[in-house]
């Protein structure tokens, strides 16, 4: 069996629908809200919606038993038609419309449509409830089928631009879920951060499509396919750009710039340091989006640009340290930040973006399958734990202040053992969730032996276990909160449709961690090869599949993992077990540290004092206020004009009055045309 | 050369500007006799009849028939003088023609259907405007002739000179003066160029000849057979692309256009910010490129870098407008900078790019301008800080608002993104470095756009005035709808629009392709470098 007979066959053209059906889902909502302006049952839109991801999952799932059962290797390619081209040559740009199921799309597509699926379950759960307003539900529901839609386009893409319309796709639906609650001035700005940021990512992974693109066809093999690009961007190996000499000469490596700009993209998505903070804004939207946002749909999009890229990352080193260096950072900046916050949804936001740094490391370090496998272990047990403190924040009626919780645990009983399990899954405590992965990173960090990288990872586990564990008891322990409410009521525990939900999704994040890439289970039962879910992804990435360590080296790395994650929880434990929380610092320096880490090192501020102000101030005063309407205006149109003005416009002042003006006008038309005809008269009389 | 003899286009140009004609000399005729005047809505119902027809015949006539495999310019046509050395119009489109035509065409209807309470005193002075300003645009658009183009050049600026000058509103003597001087500067260089163009071909061809193609059934060579030396070319090009810029507007001649906007009626707008400019491009790309190659060659550095300063420029001067149509004006002003930088390129991809850019743009520009006056019509002002909120009481309108800006913006799947595609790709054959910076541009572009989008339409309802605001009604969707589905069409399926623009560009790299075959001038090169002062007596 080959690739051919799989591009003929009815699997291959079934892989479009994958994509397709929750786009047409999202185009019969806008339709239907912008066009039609029929207003349906709530029941009907979510029928709508969960048909179209329930069939996407099922033929995900599906393509996955075909691709595990194939003899070849190859990818599944289901070519739509042409679709975009032009240019000639050896310039030629064309793409086809073909979308490509390999292991890592086919996995990330069973990973996105499952989550979605569990979250539409809890939408619907909400509904029911009476939590949402009826005009809300289509907009919500638009939107969540736009972004997974868009997800599913970017993960099935076949060539660089189809890939670069899932992005941007993803970028806009972000957008307009964090601005969701158009009223709200907060809001509005945070989609408008959320907007520009994504725009940075977009051009910088535009650039570096084009460049590739321009590298290739410069030596001859003008190619959009990432089947393509694989087999011939070792052409592009030793060709620089040239820098402008006022810039100081010199080049760059042209799949250096390409991993730049694939690092800036990939930075922006996954809410790195310096570009986190729009994703604390962008939490602001309905919590089930959020949930979407922060597990698999947007940070997805951002690890996994370089996922499908990591056949080039190798040959740009710098990208890749800095991807390093910037996960390493992100990974402590952004787990003090959670730890520190006062507000739950920035809480999320902060640990989402600590979160990806470990898959950010992993991707830095070569270890492309560990940091996929992170990936997918992230998204369930984020998704689980985002929409269990969302039921917290709907059952305190939108209140985000830790201050104003806590004591929650005797009201909510099956709230909060869930919770427990899912910020436990986060954190990585064995044997659940993330603690595979994390133990996997450990071991890949160990043998590229880097003691400092390894400090900060083992200390970014510990503080994001810290953070989450400070997260979870100021909500659910303790007597009372700080901040006494007047009307305070018990919290209520979910029923129905929202457990199950929160159940499947649980017992996802549980069974996903078991699926160890580092043979783990091997390891403990001799076997020495196992099929894994590690062994599965490489067959479409790069480097080797699962870096071993030998036994002793392997059980203290595990041992000091696991140190770390308890050694987090139980200085929370300690600090918050018993009292809650217990007001500021009053030492003055370390309030001040507490506010500098909650502001995330206040980059947001610098950024708009730094660079946006003096943009703006530079372009009202100089520009507006100079160039066009003193330069321009006065010295170049007055004094040139001035003249005319006087001449023409007293001439043209007398045909004002009455109707006569309308048809004056047809003997200047004729005046002009006699002009222009005498003169080319006289040009042909010269003759 | 094969052409396939049509007269189809003489009637797609003449038929607005014939009926506005025909209502003028019955309302004359009327005044004569002293019968009463006709009533206005039978002139608004003629207009748009016409409009209607004429996009009706453009399409079913011109684009559905349209071949897109052949190379140069399809259902040529003439009128006037028999003789080819007499003045006389010489019309044909092409692919980029045929894009600009059909634009045109569609959006007159919608001018005049867009009509503001201001123009309602004056309904027939309005469709006699919008009518003729679409025949020059279409006529200067279609023509293969350089002394055509300047007629329908001219011509076309008149309805918008008197326009302004009557109904501008607040400084309309200052604003239609300072639109009229900027233009008579571009009319003067092409006046210039038109002089000195017949001379030469009067010299060398022994005809005074202004064609830029040869029907089979003539002999004689065209403008293209003209030998320039390359000291003409440069002052010739350079003179012919100022006098287009104006109009494009390029800048820094562009001043004009924010305050052109910020006074005309929405139909207007709509009309300048399309056909109008794209009349600019269709001369560039016509007769500036294929005439003066070497010299536009030498050029290239040098536009695109003007275009990318450009695109800069106009989108930091755009972050600080305070008010819509003039913030929209500079949005036009950066990408007409984008455009010249695509056009720059000298490549398929770029001059590809520059006319579905100009295209779109146009679309969403044109859309942009309908909503403002829509809201303008509820609210009465068009300053930024009046409105807020709107997408509670407008929701359609803010959809529509956001298609358009992220059209402008490049978003994939709508038509803008595939212009600036294209432009880049293009552009990254010029040079890198200058494609990275027109990246950097594009960052900033679309900071102030969605500033404005969001200004606008999201945040608390503040103004009490903006709450009861009532949705766009029915015609004003159907207005928009027409405008964004070919945005969305071309976005999500460019390949057909593609296909036809691409062998016209190929035509005119492969004219300008002149410029690599040797200039044989070894009699002339003797004479002097100057092919204007050759002697009558030179072959042609």
């Known amino acids: 069996m080959n690739v051919v007979d799989w591009d003929e066959g009815l699997t291959a053209s079934l892989i479009r629908w994958i994509a397709l059906l929750p786009l047409l889902s999202a185009l019969a909502h806008a339709a239907m809200i912008g066009i039609l302006r029929t207003q349906l049952a709530p029941r009907v839109i979510w029928l709508f919606s969960i048909a179209a991801v329930a069939v996407s999952f099922v033929l995900s799932a599906a393509s996955i038993f075909d691709l595990v059962g194939s003899e070849v290797a190859g990818p599944l390619v289901d070519r739509v038609g042409p679709w975009v081209g032009g240019g ?18 086919a996995v990330c597509c069973v990973v996105v449509t499952s989550i979605a699926l569990a979250i539409y379950l809890y939408v619907y759960g909400r509904i029911q409830n009476g939590a949402l307003p009826a005009d809300q539900v289509h907009r919500l529901f638009a939107l969540l089928d736009l972004l997974v839609g868009s997800t599913l386009v970017l993960l099935l893409a076949d060539n660089l631009l189809l890939f670069f319309f899932g992005w941007t796709g993803i970028g806009v639906a972000t957008q307009l879920v964090s601005s969701f609650d158009i009223e709200s001035k907060r809001a509005s700005r945070a989609g408008a951060t959320t907007f520009v940021l994504g725009r940075v990512g977009d051009l910088g992974l535009l650039a570096a499509i084009l460049l590739l693109f321009d590298g290739l066809a410069r030596a001859g093999a003008p190619t959009l396919s990432f089947q393509g690009v694989e087999l011939s961007f070792r052409l592009l190996e030793g060709s620089q750009v040239e820098i402008p000499l006022f810039l100081g000469g010199g080049g760059f490596a042209v799949l250096e710039l390409v991993g730049g700009g694939l690092a800036v993209a990939a930075m922006t998505k996954c809410a790195q340091v310096p570009v986190h903070f729009w994703l604390a804004g962008a939490s602001r939207g309905p919590m089930s989006a959020t949930a979407l946002i922060h597990s698999a749909t947007t940070v997805v999009a951002g690890s996994y640009v370089l996922l499908r890229c990591s056949f080039l990352l190798g040959h740009a ?44 490391i992993g991707i830095g370090l070569g270890a492309y399958s560990t940091a996929a496998y992170l990936l997918l272990c992230h998204a369930f047990a984020k998704a689980c734990w985002v929409l269990v403190l969302g039921i917290v924040h709907a059952d305190r009626r939108g209140e ?20 427990a399990l899912a910020g436990l899954a986060v954190i990585g405590v064995p044997p659940i969730g993330n603690f595979f992965a994390f133990e996997e990173l450990t071991a890949a960090i160990v043998s590229t032996g880097r003691p400092a990288l390894l400090a900060a990872s083992l ?59 580092s043979q783990f289970w091997g390891a403990l039962f001799g076997i020495q090869q196992m099929d894994t879910i590690g062994a599965f992804l490489s067959q479409t990435l790069a480097g080797a599949p699962d870096p071993m360590l030998d036994g002793a080296l392997r059980w203290q790395s595990i041992g000091v993992c696991v140190g770390c994650a308890f050694a987090g929880i139980g200085w929370a434990v300690f600090r918050f077990g018993r009292k809650g929380y217990r007001g500021e610092f009053e030492q003055p320096a370390l309030g001040t540290a507490t506010e500098l880490l909650r502001e995330a090192l206040f980059v947001e501020q610098a950024i708009d004092r730094v660079l946006v102000r003096p943009l703006r101030g530079f372009s009202r005063l100089l520009l507006a206020g100079v160039v066009e309407a003193r330069i321009l205006d006065r010295v170049v149109v007055s004094g040139g004009a001035g003249v005319a003005r006087r001449m023409v416009w007293s001439g043209l002042r007398r045909l004002q009055n009455g109707r006569v003006q309308s048809y004056a006008m047809l003997g200047v038309i004729a005046l002009l045309l006699s002009v222009a005809w005498l003169g080319h008269l006289a040009g042909a009389s010269a003759r | 050369m094969n052409f396939q003899f049509d007269h189809i286009l003489l009637v797609v140009v003449a038929l607005p500007a014939s009926v506005a004609l025909l209502l003028v000399a019955i309302g004359l005729a009327q005044g004569f006799t002293g019968l009463p005047q006709l009533p206005e809505r039978v002139w608004k119902a003629a207009g748009l009849a016409v409009g209607f027809a004429t996009f009706a015949i453009s399409l079913f006539g011109i684009a559905l028939p349209f071949d897109p495999e052949t190379l140069g310019y399809q259902f040529v046509a003439t009128l006037g003088g028999t003789l080819s050395h007499e003045p006389r119009l010489l019309l044909g489109v092409d692919g980029i023609g045929l894009c600009f035509l059909l634009s045109t065409a569609g959006l007159a209807p919608l001018a005049i259907l867009s009509s503001r309470a201001e123009t309602e005193e004056s309904v027939r002075s309005w469709i006699f405007v919008v009518l003729m300003l679409e025949s020059s645009l279409l006529g200067a658009i279609t023509s293969l002739n350089l002394y055509g183009f300047l007629f329908f050049w001219a011509q076309s600026l008149l309805p918008i000179l008197h326009w302004l000058g009557r109904w501008g509103g607040e400084g309309r003597a200052r604003i239609a003066t300072r639109v009229w001087a900027t233009e008579s500067v571009g009319l003067a260089g092409l006046l210039f160029v038109v002089f000195v163009l017949s001379e030469m071909s009067d010299a060398q061809l022994g005809q005074a000849s202004l064609d830029l193609v040869r029907p089979i059934s003539e002999s004689g060579g065209t403008l293209l057979d003209l030998r320039i030396g390359l000291a003409d070319q440069r002052m010739l090009f350079a003179i012919l692309t100022v006098a287009l810029v104006t109009r494009l507007p390029l800048v820094p001649l562009h001043f004009w256009l924010p305050q052109a906007h910020a006074s005309s009626p929405t139909g207007l707008s709509i009309l300048l910010a399309t056909g109008f400019v794209q009349t600019a491009a269709i001369g560039l790309l016509r007769f500036a490129l294929p005439l003066f190659p070497e010299a536009a060659f030498e050029a290239r550095p040098f536009l695109a870098t003007i275009g990318i300063a450009a695109l800069a420029y106009a989108s930091l001067v755009a972050l600080v407008q305070k008010e819509l149509k003039r913030l929209l004006a500079y949005t036009s002003v950066g990408y007409a900078g984008f455009a010249m930088f695509g056009i720059a390129t000298m490549n398929d991809q770029g001059l590809t790019g520059a006319v579905v850019q100009l295209l779109t743009h146009g679309l969403a520009t044109a859309g942009l301008f309908m909503l403002i006056g829509a809201l303008a019509k509820r609210r009465g002002t068009t300053e930024v800080v009046a409105f807020g909120g709107l997408a509670r009481p407008m929701p359609v309108c803010a959809a529509f608002f956001g298609l358009m800006v992220f059209s402008l913006m490049g978003f994939p799947l709508l038509g803008g993104f595939i212009g600036d595609l294209f432009v880049l790709l293009g552009s990254l054959d ?15 572009a679309a900071s102030y756009l969605l500033w404005v989008q969001r200004r606008v339409f999201f945040g608390p309802v503040d103004e009490p005035a903006n709450r009861g605001l009532i949705d766009l009604d029915r015609i004003e969707r159907a207005m928009l709808l027409t405008v964004a589905i070919p945005i969305l069409l071309i976005g999500v399926y460019p390949n057909p629009l593609l296909r036809r623009i691409e062998p016209a560009v190929l035509e005119i790299l492969h004219q300008m392709g002149r410029a690599s075959l040797p200039i044989d001038t070894p009699a002339s090169a003797s004479a002097g470098p100057s092919p204007g002062r050759l002697a009558p007596g030179e072959p042609g």
């Open chain 1, 459 to 517: 200390i970014g586990i510990a503080v994001l276990a810290f953070a989450l564990a400070r997260a979870h008891l100021l909500i659910f322990w303790g007597r009372r909160p700080l901040i006494e409410e007047p009307d305070a009521r018990p919290g209520q525990d979910p029923a129905g449709l929202i457990q199950y939900s929160l159940t499947l999704l649980a017992i996802m994040a549980i069974s996903v961690g078991m699926l160890s890439p």
């Open chain 2, 430 to 444: 010029l040079s890198r470095e200058l494609a990275i910076a027109a990246l950097a541009s594009m960052g900033i």
């Open chain 1, 400 to 419: 985000t202040d830790l201050r104003r919780m806590g004591g929650l645990a005797r009201s909510m009983r099956w709230t909060h053992a869930m919770a």
């Open chain 1, 317 to 360: 080193p710098f990208s890749m340290s800095v991807l390093t260096g910037v996960g390493a950072v992100t990974v402590l900046v952004a787990g003090l930040a959670a730890a520190t916050q006062l507000d739950l949804l920035r809480v999320i936001a902060y640990s989402t973006s600590a979160g990806l740094g470990f898959v950010l």
């Open chain 1, 88 to 105: 000639v040559g050896v310039r030629n740009f064309s793409a086809d419309l073909s979308l490509r199921l390999d292991p890592l799309s």
